[in-house]
């Protein structure tokens, strides 16, 4: 269970086995009013994690165990702590220890010594930018999507509730704290392989209750790649459709595919008939929920499929 420190609305984990570098920098965020998280080790901070999410992490780079570049990619590899910005304190003479840090998934570094003006100031930045990413990963939550980020090299970023839970419907056992299951990583590459804005790969093999398939949404920021998934069920979803939104076989076949986010273009394909048959379908579909577009077809669809 995750929790805010309460009584802040920011707070900063430190992570830092120099006792005086660590009173510098307490004193400095907390004359700011930001809370302030203390572990003098990279594993006493992932046990921490495990409890408390921070909105932003400072990591000395040199510690005995582990140092800040192993602790940094092990936090990364949990998509809960994954958009946590992690800003980098290293040495003055360490120039290599910079390139590192950024590779591993800091967003930032300071020289030691800290120079508390600077520190403070890439702190405010760094953490208003990762409430961005929260916000649009929220704002996914509240619509009920399935959609996951992972960055170029297919390792997941984050994934909304929905998505979650329909890749563990399809891969029993995976939860968001584990890293892409194979049967899904695989797909994944082929996608960022192709590099197609709606571009479509399907887990494989199906099964009887149907199969995932992942859509290229966006190449959103500089290394995340947005992903929906369509949970592909069409003959059971087909049947839910006539039956319940009084459609015919073939109107609730064309309502499925635009609930799955097809083009025309594309459900003339897969079901083998004419674009100016699939609008027609379409448009018997409009008359009969009463509505105009096709989003909001889509949405009705959604909510029956779903239920």
Known sequence: M????????????????????LSLIIDALES???SVLV?????????LLDRILPDLIIVD??????????????????????????????GLSESEHVVEAFEVGGVDYVRKPVNINELLARVRVHMSQGRAVHASAASLDATGRL???????????????RAEAAIARAVPGWTSRDTLPAQ????????????????SARLDPATPDGTLELVLVSHYR???????????CPQRNVQQLAGSLGLTAREAEVLLWVSYGKTTRDISDMLAISRRTVQKHLENVF????????SSAAAIAIRVTEQ
């Open 2 to 21: 995750y929790t805010r420190t309460p009584g802040h609305s920011d707070t900063v984990l430190v992570i830092d086995d120099e006792a005086s570098t």
């Open 32 to 34: 700011a009013d930001i």
């Open 39 to 47: 572990t003098t080790s990279g594993l006493a901070a992932i046990e």
């Open 61 to 90: 780079a040199v510690m005995p165990g582990i140092d800040g570049f192993e602790t940094t990619i092990r936090i990364k590899r949990n998509p809960r702590l994954a958009n946590i910005p992690i800003i980098f304190m290293t």
């Open 147 to 161: 959609m996951l980020a992972t960055d170029a090299k297919g390792s997941l970023l984050w994934c909304t509730p």
């Open 184 to 199: 899904l990583r695989v797909p994944v590459e082929r996608l960022l392989s192709r590099g197609e804005v709606g571009g």
């Open 222 to 232: 500089d290394n995340e790649v947005l992903i929906r998934l369509n949970e592909l």
């Open 287 to 294: 008359v009969k929920l009463g509505v105009e577009t096709r």
